[in-house]
């Protein structure tokens, strides 16, 4: 059973992969498989939490394991938006300082300190 639903998208250079639902180890495994596809393509990856209920330890655990993957090829993984227990469990865990989190998506494209991208033609 799936609880967690999540599109892709490009947004002003970046990687967009919008969460909805509830992130758990039940999914933690196809959502990261998205996530390192996307940084393979583009390092430059926002995570959008704004409808994302809740996340469990082994989801953000799987975050951290991208974001380790963007950096490594020049980018990065920001969060964007986290709300309710998503924003309380990044608090509680400390990774709301481990992590780039902004208010909004628009804040993190904003905010994330790289060029922007060059558009092809």
């Known amino acids: 059973m799936v609880t967690v639903d999540l599109s892709t998208r490009e ?5 967009l992969v919008a969460l ?5 180890i039940a999914d933690a495994a196809s959502v ?3 996530l390192a596809a996307a940084a393979a393509r583009n390092p430059r990856i926002i995570v959008d939490l704004a409808a994302l209920e809740f996340i469990d330890c082994c989801a953000l655990a799987m975050l951290g394991r991208v974001r380790v993957q963007a ?11 986290p709300r309710g ?5 990044l608090e509680l865990t400390g990774l709301v300082d481990v992590f780039s989190v902004r208010a909004s998506v628009g804040e993190a494209v904003r905010t994330a300190g790289w060029p922007p991208a ?3 033609g």
């Open 118 to 120: 060059v558009a092809a």
């Open 85 to 89: 227990q998503v924003r309380r469990i």
């Open 11 to 15: 947004y002003g250079g970046h990687s």
């Open 71 to 81: 950096r490594q090829n020049g980018g990065d993984l920001l969060l964007a938006a």
């Open 32 to 34: 990261m498989a998205v």
């Open 20 to 24: 909805h639902g509830e992130l758990d």
